[in-house]
């Protein structure tokens, strides 16, 4: 029952989509500055013009939503393609992602190339020192790059401000080798006791949500694109190899 339970609320959300759709397009549309008016923190180039007739597509961040072009109902979840098999508001997030990325201070991460200089994929990943699976991705951190990836930390302490992971994180970005404090801490080591003026930590964390990190590690190509969590080194070269073909 459960089942038929589930494909029954499927089914009904879909109607209901298609019908909310249908009445916008019989209704007047608004324009995107109109809709914006109506959107508390969303900006008129936040709007797109849907594929679907009758919508609106609306991104802040990686956060998207569908809004009749009549400005009444409001839809959050992913679209799909179905005759060729795309996630379309998950190519929507990538794209706002990389935008995020890109605007991130390289001077502000700490980052692990391979030393042969030859790189063929770089990924920023937001990490956390107390994670059991960030430190498990950092004890290969040497392979990693020796597959030729390059790997931007950025801080991302789940617990919050004001959380003993979060002052880890200041305290190895204010140590006089923040690079050589961050492998210690990252390996279960003890944290230099060094406090400074500012670190990037805050910028990061917001960041964090901004792109739609939900836990760590959070890996994310140069594309937009998220990864997933944890995986091996071969694996990781494996998964990037295929999405940049």
């Keep these: 029952m459960k089942a038929v339970y589930l494909v029954s609320s499927f089914f009904s959300g879909v109607f209901l989509f298609l019908a909310a759709i249908g009445i916008a397009q019989e209704s007047s549309q608004i324009t995107k500055e109109e ?9 008129a180039n936040d709007i797109y013009d849907s594929v ?7 991104a802040v961040g990686s956060s998207v939503a569908y809004v ?3 400005g009444r109902y409001l839809l959050q979840g992913d679209l799909f393609d179905l005759n060729n098999s795309v996630n379309l508001t998950e190519g929507r997030r990538a794209q706002a992602r990389i935008s995020v990325l890109e605007g991130v201070d390289s001077d502000s991460m700490i980052i ?8 063929k994929h770089t990924i920023t990943m937001f990490t956390d020192i107390d994670c059991g699976y960030c430190r498990q991705f950092h004890r290969d951190i040497d392979k990693v790059n020796a597959l030729g990836i390059e790997v931007r930390y950025l801080f991302y302490p789940r617990t919050g401000p004001d959380t003993e992971s ?10 006089a080798d923040r690079v050589d404090a961050f492998n210690v801490a990252q390996l ?9 003026e500012t670190t990037p930590v805050n910028r990061h964390w917001d960041l964090g949500h901004l792109v739609g990190v939900r836990g760590t590690p959070a890996i994310y190509t140069k594309t937009g694109i998220q990864v997933g969590g944890y995986m091996p080194p071969d694996a990781l070269l494996a998964k990037l190899d ?4």
């Design 68 to 70: 009749t072009i009549d």
């Design 112 to 119: 692990f190339s391979p030393d042969s200089g030859d790189i």
């Design 52 to 58: 679907v007739p009758g919508m609106y597509e609306v």
């Design 188 to 196: 279960g080591g003890s944290v230099p006791n060094q406090s400074c």
């Design 242 to 245: 295929s999405l940049s073909k």
């Design 166 to 175: 979060w002052a880890k994180a200041d305290k190895v970005w204010c140590a």
């Design 35 to 43: 809709l914006a008016t109506k959107l508390s923190g969303v900006e």
